[in-house]
Structures are given as C-alpha cells and as structure tokens.
C-alpha cells in the first residue's frame, strides 16, 4: 500500500503468522529491493523526544522471501525457500526521560508492551517448557519463525555510552544476553516433493551401508 493502513496479522494452517493484505511485490534486482525498503522507511513512524530528535516511534520489519532452485551434484534439482526478517525495534527508553506526551506518550507505552511480550517469549523458548505466548503482540507472531525453531538469529543491542541511561544500557544487555540462550536447529526448507525424495535418498544410502557391513560381516 502507498499510504498507512492498519492490516491485521492473520495465522495460517501451519500455525505461522502473515500479514493480511500486505503488499509483497516480486523483485529480481538490489535495486528493487532497496526501493522497496525505502519506501517502508519512509513511511515509518517518528517523533522527536527529549532524547531522540527523530526517535523511531515503531518497530520495523523488512521480510525478503528467497526461492532459488539448486543443481546437486549427482545433477538432480531441489527448490530451496529462505526467510529473512530484518527487524529494527524501537527503543526502550523510561517514558519520564523522553518527555514525551499525547500520541507519542501512547505510541512509547505501546512499543514497551511489546517488547516485554518479546522478552517473555524469549524466556519461555529459553526454558525449553511451556506455552510460548507468540500471540501475545502483532510483533511477536511475526517473529515467531525467527525465534528458536528452524532458523539463525543475530541481533545488534544499540545502547547510550551516558551515564544517565545506565538503567537503559542494562536492561538492553540483560534482553540480548537471554536472547542469546535460545537454541536453534536450522534446516534446509525444501519443496515438500524434493524433501521427500532427499529423505528417500538419505533411507537408501543407510541401507545400502548396512548391507555392505552385512555383507562383510
């Protein structure tokens, strides 16, 4: 959409998370994309605060969904499907140092619940028992294949060298050092035709190497 509009976040069959109605145009050059990641910039939401002239009053999330078709060397094709989530969060400042008021007071208020359901999942997937809350906030469903699961996480935990946002620069490291516990098994997302016949062929190879032991036995 060129203009803002509230889209609600819908779940699938496979219990992941979409964007209903968002707008997802193919593209083939970097130059497409970063057109496209600078039309959403444009659009994202800012305010000034007393410590942050153009503060990000939302998250952001860029999604790249890439389909690519690879030769094996046995000469045999499998198509391949990756999803990057490059996702800038909001700050976390202490509504009382921004000085902010009306709508950005709110919008503050709105990005720290969030957060802190972010920080309650990341908790939960450390643990490694009990329900994950992903529907507790939209920004939460959207991550959820981020997180944990089959997938590779980075993130980048921005804090302020004064002394005076000491309090801010702690809890920022506490977030990312639990984020950092959360264990992840990445595998290789195939067409369901080709991970059938990679787990056929992975099956044969097993057994042709027990009856080769077999057969030596």
């Known amino acids: 959409a060129k203009k803002q509009e509230a889209l609600p976040v819908k779940e699938n069959k496979d219990k992941t998370f979409f964007v209903q109605g968002a707008f997802i145009p193919q593209v083939k050059f970097p130059e497409e994309l970063y057109r496209h990641m600078e039309e959403g910039t444009d659009r994202r939401q800012v305010a000034s605060t007393e410590l942050n002239a153009d503060s990000s009053r939302s998250h952001s999330i ?13 000469g045999d094709t499998r198509s391949v499907t990756s999803k990057l989530n490059l996702v800038d969060l909001a700050g976390s400042e202490r509504q009382s140092k921004t000085g902010a008021s009306g709508d950005t007071l709110k919008e503050g208020c709105n990005i720290n619940l969030s957060l802190s359901a972010l920080g309650t999942v990341i908790d939960t997937l450390v643990k490694g028992k009990g329900h994950v809350p992903f529907r507790s906030s939209p920004l939460t469903m959207l991550l959820k294949d981020s997180l944990g699961g089959s997938s590779k996480t980075c993130m980048f935990a921005n804090i ?34 080709d991970q059938k016949i990679a787990e056929l062929t992975e099956l044969v190879h097993e057994l042709k190497e027990k009856l080769k032991q077999f057969e030596t036995g």
Do not use: Y
């Open 62 to 74: 860029f999604t790249l969904i890439v389909e690519c078709t690879e030769t094996t060397d046995d």
């Open 160 to 193: 302020g060298p004064s002394e005076h946002n000491l309090s801010e620069t702690v809890s920022t490291l506490r977030f990312a050092d639990r984020a950092k516990q959360i264990k992840n098994k990445p595998v290789v997302n195939m067409d369901t035709k």
